[in-house]
């Protein structure tokens, strides 16, 4: 695992879609795996500028979302499919049958996660999957205690998780309790990883991170059983290291 610290969470950003960036130059049919959350805003505000000034197209590119919630409509503005249109897929060249999110809405859960797991396989597998990690080491919505061999499957969110994704509802009562993630097998199948963390909330689980043993109590430290995983942090986020 290799940590790089760049100064600030702008840099982080550019850093992080220049990688991207090269992945897609090297193989414009790349898959993308792609996360949410408020980490990776700057590197998909950073991928749009490189789009609109002509130096990266998307337009054979596929990418898949790590999770979505279930049991909201993929156009309600709290789904994961209306952040990707928000901060990615609708200012970029992607077409629209080229990016894929869980569909948290589907009759049977079990088999939709069972479809996109074999979806990713058909696509080829994951080029390079983009990570945010929460406080408790969760990666996707693997929380604390899901095994390592989990693939796609759903989850019931940890209370502190919906805690802190309250912040985008207008009460802790709207934020859904169940979602549907890859699960850690999935990520670990991805040819290249890059995990992103950024600020003071982050240092802690950074700090940990780094020393972590190989656990499920700990999803993040799963990540060392795989070789090509890069983790870009900021200064504030390397704070307690
Ligand atoms: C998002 C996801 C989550 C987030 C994590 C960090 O698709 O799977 O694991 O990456 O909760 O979230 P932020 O970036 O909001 O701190």
Redesign the pocket.
């Known amino acids: 695992m290799n940590i790089i610290e760049f100064a600030d969470k702008d840099q982080l950003g550019r850093e992080a879609a220049a990688m991207i960036a090269r992945t897609i130059e090297a193989k414009p049919h790349a898959v993308l795996g792609?996360?949410?959350?408020?980490?990776?805003v700057d590197t998909y505000r950073e991928l749009i500028r490189l789009h609109q000034s002509k130096q990266l197209s998307l337009k054979q590119t596929k990418t898949v979302?790590?999770?979505e919630y279930v049991g909201l409509d993929s156009d309600h503005e709290n789904s994961?499919m209306t952040y990707m249109k928000r901060h990615l897929f609708d200012h970029i060249d992607i077409p629209k049958d080229q990016y894929y999110l869980p569909n948290g809405n589907a009759s049977n859960l079990d088999l939709e996660c069972l479809r996109y797991e074999q979806l990713i396989q058909d696509l080829g597998g994951i080029d390079l999957q983009l990570?945010?990690?929460?406080?408790n080491g969760?990666?996707?919505?693997?929380e604390p205690g899901t095994p390592f061999t989990s693939r796609t499957h759903v989850v019931q969110l940890d209370e502190n998780?919906r805690q802190?994704?309250a912040r985008y509802f207008s009460s802790i009562d709207e934020v859904p309790t169940y979602a549907i993630?890859m699960g850690i097998e999935s990520i670990l199948s991805s040819k290249k990883i890059l995990l992103?963390?950024?600020?003071k909330?982050?240092a802690k689980v950074i700090q940990y991170l780094e020393k972590a043993e190989i656990h499920p109590d700990f999803p993040a430290s799963a990540l060392k059983l795989h070789q090509d995983v890069t983790v870009f942090i900021d200064r504030e986020a390397g704070s307690l290291r």
Do not use: M, R
């Open positions: 792609l996360a949410t959350g408020g980490t990776p979302n790590l999770d994961y990570l945010g990690i929460g406080q969760h990666i996707g919505f693997n998780t802190t994704n993630t992103l963390a950024s600020g909330s982050k």
